[in-house]
T-cell receptor, first 113, second 119 residues
C-alpha cells in the first residue's frame, strides 16, 4: 500500500545536537511538506518542496533545514539553532503544489532533554 | 495570506447526539477547504474537502460540511456521534495552484477543536 513513512516515531536529543527526521513516500507525489504541531497551536508549515532539488521556507523555517535529492524523500534536520525543538513533527505529500489533498505520515515526536 | 479560525478549543457531546464544529476562513480568492481528523499521537486523516460545486459535501465516517461563502464558514456536522469520534479536528484552507497572492504553498490549518464524547 502506498503511504508516507516517518522515522523515528520517538526521538530524544540533548541540547546542542542536530537531529534528522526521515520522511519517505511511495505515492509518486511531487510535493512534500513538513509541519510542526504544538498543543493548542495547530499545524505550522516549516518547509515545503514542489519538485526535486527545490524547496522553500514556510512560516517557521528558522532553526531547520531540509533537502530534496530524491522525489520520494524529504528529510528534516532540526539544528541546535532551533530554540524550542520539542514538538510533534508531521510530514505530508500531495500530487502537486497548490490546493491539494495532503496525505500525512504518522508523525515523529522529538523531545529535547 | 489565508487564515483559519476554529472558535471552539474543546467541545463535549453526548454519544448519540448531533455535532457541529465551527470553522471560519479568510482568503482573497475561491477557497479550497478541508477537514482533517487526528487521533492521539497519529497523523491526520482527511474527512472531506470542498473545491467547487455543491456547497454541501459528504465525507467519510458519516461527516458532512457546508460551505457558506456569505459567512466565510465551513462547518463540520454529524447527526449522531459515536465514542470513536473522540479526536482532534482541524479545518484547513488551501491555495489554488498558481496563486501568487502571498503565503506559502500547502495548507493553512486552524488550531483545532478537541472533541470529547460523553457516554
Amino acid at each position: 500500500d502506498g503511504g508516507i513513512t516517518q522515522s523515528p516515531k520517538y526521538l530524544f536529543r540533548k541540547e546542542g545536537q542536530n537531529v534528522t527526521l526521515s520522511c519517505e513516500q511511495n505515492l509518486n507525489h511531487d510535493a512534500m511538506y513538513w509541519y510542526r504541531q504544538d498543543p493548542g497551536q495547530g499545524l505550522r508549515l516549516i518547509y515545503y518542496s514542489q519538485i526535486v532539488n527545490d524547496f522553500q521556507k514556510g512560516d517557521i523555517a528558522e532553526g531547520y533545514s531540509v533537502s530534496r535529492e530524491k522525489k520520494e524523500s524529504f528529510p528534516l534536520t532540526v539544528t541546535s539553532a532551533q530554540k524550542n525543538p520539542t514538538a510533534f513533527y508531521l510530514c505530508a505529500s500531495s500530487p502537486s503544489s497548490g490546493a491539494n489533498v495532503l496525505t500525512f505520515g504518522a508523525g515523529s515526536r522529538l523531545t529535547v532533554l | 495570506a489565508q487564515s483559519v479560525t476554529q472558535p471552539d478549543i474543546h467541545i463535549t457531546v453526548s454519544e448519540g447526539a448531533s455535532l457541529e464544529l465551527r470553522c471560519n476562513y479568510s482568503y482573497g480568492a475561491t477557497p479550497y477547504l478541508f477537514w482533517y481528523v487526528q487521533s492521539p499521537g497519529q497523523g491526520l486523516q482527511l474527512l472531506l474537502k470542498y473545491f467547487s460545486g455543491d456547497t454541501l459535501v459528504q465525507g467519510i465516517k458519516g461527516f458532512e460540511a457546508e460551505f457558506k461563502r456569505s459567512q466565510s464558514s465551513f462547518n463540520l456536522r454529524k447527526p449522531s456521534v459515536h465514542w470513536s469520534d473522540a479526536a482532534e479536528y482541524f479545518c484547513a484552507v488551501g491555495v489554488e495552484a498558481g496563486y501568487s497572492g502571498g503565503g506559502a504553498d500547502g495548507l493553512t490549518f486552524g488550531k483545532g477543536t478537541h472533541l470529547i464524547i460523553q457516554p
